[in-house]
DNA sequence: TTCGATATGTTGTATGCACATAATAATCTT
DNA sequence: AAGATTATTATGTGCATACAACATATCGAA
């Protein structure tokens, strides 16, 4: 009972739902009640089940009171990492290849993507991520150059492209999609793949402040694994 | 400042780190002094930067201060859901076909994800999950009978057994591999896609309680795509 | 009786104080 | 100089109090 501290009260109560003594959608006694059973200030319990409802695990409403969460739905949280961590976590050498660099404007998927006015320029940038010089990953990306002009004058030669975003937009917010794809010519090239391989592609948007910053492309060489716990 | 002090302090802090005020990795001012300026208790921007903390903007740790992250690594959040309700969202009918149910000893590959002694039979079921009639998803899995024995009594032909599961096993953990894989010919005859499409995967295996539940593969059909903020 | 406005109580939310704890820096001891 | 001890200074935690929202009950007028 002395073991005050909210985690551990809130491990406990995570227990009792998983044994079933809470069923699914079910309320769950009111903090105040909790609170006496544990011995704890209220102000405990609800941190605890603060936690858990963070967590998807429970539903909290103002009067209607806590209730394990219904939704069969799981939450699962993924790291998305810069390429180059992914490399070097794997005891690889990581270098990269910048294969296509213009100013341009883009195809109006792009230009839609970024906000962008009809006809604005923006910069395109190919990359192959190399691991111990084989083709790890291929990325295609739009740089909203109105955003981020600095990236012009980036030595993108020395550090890639997302890098140097990351330490220059950091905490952009954005939107990522999963999905797989048959690889096309240019990506099999690329990839140093067979055309038609599936291909792991991470599709990524960012933004700051409501303004478009870049979208990009990565496409992974066949057999990657995205991995998380849940 | 009335009572979203601690939400609205920590969208402040936020926006300073990202406008770049601090910049990534560097140290960010000790609660006290952020209390000053805010003119509100230590405890409130404490609970600001939990905040922060726990969506892995800033890390802070005891004596050494709260600086910003410097991990250039971005967390998504999933929602994985039930195949049903996918279908469900996209307007379309629902509906599931068991085309395999065996009880038998798994392939090694199975039993030790498991956990299970060799020779130990499971359940194996192969289920295709339908939208309007057309295939959508399939999906191939083994469950543990030893923790689950109730599974074998289900009615596993009016309810998938992932759905069954959630409902009789919820809150279990696990974890989850996302990736693209070439459909060979079973999937590609369940999903009816060509044989060599690019399917994407959804490899999960859940436990309760230090058992494992049940293994499962879920094969989308082509297109499919995994979307999420961040 | 019926409808609607208002009172009321239950339950979650927010804040600030006092104290606990951890990690480092400073100091003392040998 | 090396090791042990104490001080300092951060964040972490528990608790009490005040607050706000929501559902329901209650009351009064048409």
Same mark, same amino acid.
């Given at each position: 009972?002395?073991?005050?501290?909210?985690?551990t009260?809130?491990?406990?109560?995570?227990d009792?739902?998983?044994?079933? %003594?809470? !069923? +699914?959608?079910? +309320?769950?006694?009111? *903090?105040?009640?909790?609170? /006496?059973?544990?011995?704890?200030?209220?102000?405990?319990?609800?941190?605890? @089940? =603060?936690?858990?409802?963070?967590?998807?695990?429970?539903?909290?409403?103002?009067?209607?009171?806590?209730?394990?969460? /219904?939704?069969?739905?799981?939450? !699962?949280k993924?790291?998305?990492?810069?390429?180059? *961590?992914?490399? %070097?976590? @794997?005891?690889s050498?990581?270098?990269? =290849? $910048?294969?296509?660099? $213009?100013?341009?404007?883009?195809?109006?998927? $792009?230009?839609k993507?970024?906000?962008?006015?009809?006809?604005?320029?923006?910069l395109?940038?190919?990359?192959?991520? +190399?691991?111990?010089?084989?083709?790890? !990953?291929?990325?295609?990306?739009?740089?909203?150059?109105?955003?981020?002009?600095?990236?012009?004058?980036?030595?993108?030669?020395?550090?890639s492209a997302?890098?140097? +975003? $990351?330490?220059?937009?950091?905490?952009?917010?954005?939107d990522?999609?999963?999905?797989?794809?048959?690889?096309?010519k240019?990506? !099999?090239e690329? @990839?140093?793949?067979?055309?038609?391989?599936?291909?792991?592609?991470?599709?990524?948007?960012?933004? @700051?402040?409501?303004?478009?910053?870049?979208?990009?492309?990565?496409?992974?060489? *066949?057999?990657?694994?995205?991995?998380?716990?849940?």
């Open positions: 009972m002395s073991s005050h501290s909210h985690h009260i809130r491990q406990a109560i995570l009792r739902i998983q044994t079933g %003594e809470w !069923a +699914l959608g079910e +309320l769950i006694p009111g *903090e105040a009640m909790l609170a /006496d059973e544990y011995g704890c200030a209220r102000t405990t319990i609800n941190r605890a @089940l =603060q936690g858990l409802a963070n967590d998807g695990v429970v539903i909290r409403k103002r009067k209607g009171g806590t209730r394990v969460c /219904d939704m069969p739905v799981r939450q !699962a993924f790291n998305i990492p810069v390429v180059r *961590e992914q490399v %070097e976590a @794997l005891g050498v990581y270098r990269h =290849q $910048v294969t296509r660099r $213009v100013e341009k404007a883009p195809p109006t998927a $792009v230009q993507r970024l906000g962008l006015a009809p006809g604005t320029k923006s395109q940038l190919d990359t192959v991520h +190399l691991a111990d010089d084989r083709p790890f !990953a291929f990325e295609t990306r739009w740089v909203n150059t109105r955003a981020v002009p600095a990236i012009l004058d980036a030595p993108l030669d020395e550090i997302n890098e140097w +975003l $990351v330490q220059t937009v950091p905490f952009s917010s954005g990522v999609v999963f999905c797989a794809v048959n690889a096309g240019d990506v !099999a690329a @990839l140093g793949a067979r055309e038609g391989a599936a291909v792991f592609v991470i599709d990524r948007t960012t933004s @700051l402040a409501g303004e478009f910053i870049t979208t990009m492309q990565l496409y992974y060489r *066949e057999g990657y694994q995205l991995h998380s716990q849940l």
